[in-house]
């Protein structure tokens, strides 16, 4: 049985982000997007309750959303899969239901903002869905520090060539630059973590060890 005990928090960077487009009259496309990042996250919760998932907080992202799980090491990779390839899956169904259902002055935004997130979720970027799924098909080493380098480092050169082709684009892939300026940041602490995580499994394995 699942075990719910869900805090839902903004992150800071989205404050100046709803600032600037309110002072650029931008703000009510940038609420079909937080609309659509919430369905997004919802798609990930309601699969992850399903599965038997315990779901600990979810925090709400400029990019999607991130969310924490406890005893997220008794998870399996099939499980984790499928909560990971739920949020894309949910995004997918707005669109649909925005192509068919809904009137053309908010569907054609809407459609257009379904597949930017898609786009940019399935990049195989650690923390993006596309990223998680690559982590957890990669995870066949024996540990989690090896499975964790490895992966973590082609996460960042994959965020770096973004990044080099985002710049050619400029000012139109500005919000995309600080998007991934921000996934790269946490790549960075994510590797710097990797050996508490390493740490956690050896207690973990010590414990369950007869």
């Not at 400029?170 to 602490?189: A, G, H, M």
Request: charged share 10%.
């Amino acid at each position: 049985m699942a075990t719910i005990m869900l805090k839902v928090k903004l992150h800071p960077t989205l404050l100046p982000i709803i600032v600037w487009l309110v002072l650029t009259g931008q703000f009510a496309n940038y609420a079909l997007l937080f609309l659509s990042l919430c369905i997004h996250e919802l798609g990930h919760l309601i699969v992850a309750y399903l599965v038997g998932a315990n779901i600990k907080s979810c925090v709400i992202m400029p990019y999607g959303g991130e969310i924490q799980f406890s005893k997220s090491w008794q998870m399996t990779k099939q499980q984790q899969l499928l909560i990971t390839m739920a949020g894309p899956f949910a995004t997918l169904l707005l669109f649909l239901l925005a192509l068919f259902f809904l009137p053309q002055n908010l569907s054609v935004p809407l459609q257009t903002i379904q597949l930017l997130l898609l786009l940019l979720n399935l990049l195989p970027i650690w923390p993006l869905d596309g990223g998680r799924i690559v982590e957890i098909l990669w995870s066949e080493k024996k540990s989690i520090i090896q499975t964790k380098t490895s992966f973590l480092a082609f996460s960042m050169s994959c965020c770096f060539l973004c990044l080099l082709m985002a710049l050619l684009y400029i000012p139109e892939s500005f919000f995309f630059i600080l998007i991934l300026i921000l996934l790269f940041i946490q790549n960075i602490q994510a590797f710097r973590y990797r050996r508490y995580e390493q740490a956690f499994e050896n207690i973990v394995l010590n414990r369950l060890t007869p």
